[in-house]
């Protein structure tokens, strides 16, 4: 991908504030598509000298604690598992000091959304105490709300933001043009317009279907979703319960008119559960919230997703947001 001289001016502002002893923060956000993990391989192409160490959230793995501390071998062979965020500080820290000892650290994360929240306040910890260190941080991340609230303070008192809209139509134009040089001018907007400009959608069915196809289908307005996303959704459509795919599927046909309430369908236990989760409240802090056993918030969420037809707190989060 192509990106704007500003963008790699304050990348590469970022690489030499570290490499001379000034901790940084680079934060890369943005919705899936809008290239954040390809201008992290960027960034990383611009790292000569630097030990890096990298990780990647999963949304799976989410709630499993400390997963930044156990990817980089953080916590030494024989020791507890930190009970407290400075204690796992520390140890971030230990790895830090260990390696500037020969060049300057990158810490590189992807998918920081999905890093569990023990991690997040761990890294914000050792960023806030990295006087002097040969440091760059570097995240990549889906808009992250109230998740994570330590290390959104961290960004926005000392965080160098990039924050990607996705394409313009001019850089959609180039997309369409490599990719099929034969296509007509103004196929490129219709595509960008039809998927909001989402570069991994274009590709899709760029690749789905011909040029000349799609400019057909564009002029009939009847341009299709990609293959993937659609089969997707078929998935998610296929476990709920008949009744409310029968509404979901009449509410697509009505199509935004309606402002339906998606958790309606939820018992007022389960309504809580998923509220305090919505807020970005980790599974142990929603068992103290209401009383009850991480068990039991497992047991609501598993019913309120199924009953959503979703299958994680980003689907969830992206469901309550459309609606």
Do not use: C
Not at 43 to 50: A, D, I, N
Not at 81 to 101: E, F, N, S, W
Not at 149 to 172: M, N, S
Not at 188 to 205: D, F, M, Q, V
């Amino acid at each position: 991908m192509r990106w704007p001289g500003d963008t790699l001016a304050l990348i590469d502002g970022a690489v030499a504030a570290a490499r001379a002893g000034e901790p940084t923060v680079v934060s890369l956000e943005g919705e899936a598509g809008y290239g954040k993990s390809a201008l992290l391989r960027e960034l990383v192409r611009r790292l000569g000298g630097f030990h890096v160490l990298r990780a990647a959230g999963e949304e799976s793995a989410q709630d499993d604690r400390l997963q930044l501390l156990r990817e980089w071998d953080a916590v030494p062979e024989g020791a507890a598992a930190p009970q407290h965020t400075l204690q796992a500080a520390r140890m971030l820290g230990d790895i830090v000091d260990r390696l500037q000892l020969t060049g300057p650290v990158a810490l590189l994360i992807d998918d920081l959304q999905w890093i569990d929240p023990d991690s997040a306040d761990a890294l914000a910890a050792l960023v806030q105490r990295a006087a002097g260190d040969r440091l760059l941080v570097a995240t990549a991340s889906r808009p992250l709300g109230r998740r994570h609230a330590a290390w959104r303070r961290v960004i926005d008192t000392e965080g160098r933001v990039i924050r990607l809209d996705g394409p313009d139509t001019a850089a959609v134009a180039g997309l369409v043009g490599s990719l099929a040089p034969a296509a007509p001018p103004q196929l490129a907007e219709r595509l960008r317009e039809h998927t909001a400009g989402n570069p991994l959608h274009i590709r899709a069915l760029l690749r789905e279907h011909s040029a000349p196809e799609l400019a057909a289908l564009a002029a009939r307005g009847e341009l299709p979703a990609p293959a993937e996303l659609a089969a997707r959704m078929d998935t998610r459509v296929a476990r709920l319960d008949p009744d409310a795919a029968r509404l979901l599927h009449a509410l697509a046909v009505l199509g935004d008119t309606p402002a339906a309430d998606p958790l309606a369908v939820l018992s007022d236990r389960e309504r809580d559960v998923v509220t305090l989760l919505l807020e970005g409240i980790s599974y142990a802090q929603i068992a103290r919230e209401l009383y009850v056993t991480r068990s039991t918030v497992a047991f609501h969420l598993s019913n309120a997703y199924a009953k959503t037809g979703t299958t994680s707190r980003h689907e969830l989060v992206q469901l309550v947001r459309a609606a």
